[in-house]
């Protein structure tokens, strides 16, 4: 479960900009991760509960916002949503396309603090 060492490094950079920021706890940790990004959210909040314990973060909520894999379509000249990440053909067109925008993503977006 690599999770575990994914959770243990938000932790620390999490808890570094907070100090830096001259907080004293962190409420809430936003974070993006895409549907391609190896990261399974349940396993990462179970493991970020464990490992923010003793620090600033303990008690902090994990909010993950889960982005699905989104293509740009040179057939189309849009982009587009794919229902199956698996399958790289666009939804509209049905055309392969291997031109990800969106997906592979694992992004600490902000925190709430006091």
Not at 79 to 95: G, H, K, S, V, Y
């Amino acid at each position: 479960m690599h999770e575990l060492s994914v959770a243990m490094s938000l932790v620390q950079i999490a808890e570094a900009a907070a100090r830096k920021a001259g907080a004293s706890q962190v409420t809430v940790v936003y974070l993006r991760v895409g549907a391609l990004s190896a990261v399974v959210p349940d396993a990462l909040r179970f493991s970020f509960d464990i490992v923010a314990d003793g620090t600033i973060l303990a008690g902090a909520r994990l909010e993950i916002e889960e982005l699905p894999v989104r293509v740009f379509c040179e057939y189309c000249v849009a982009e587009a949503d794919l229902p199956n990440p698996q399958i790289f053909c666009c939804p509209t067109c049905q055309r392969p396309t291997g031109r990800m925008v969106q997906g592979r993503e694992l992004d600490l977006v902000s925190l709430e603090v006091s």
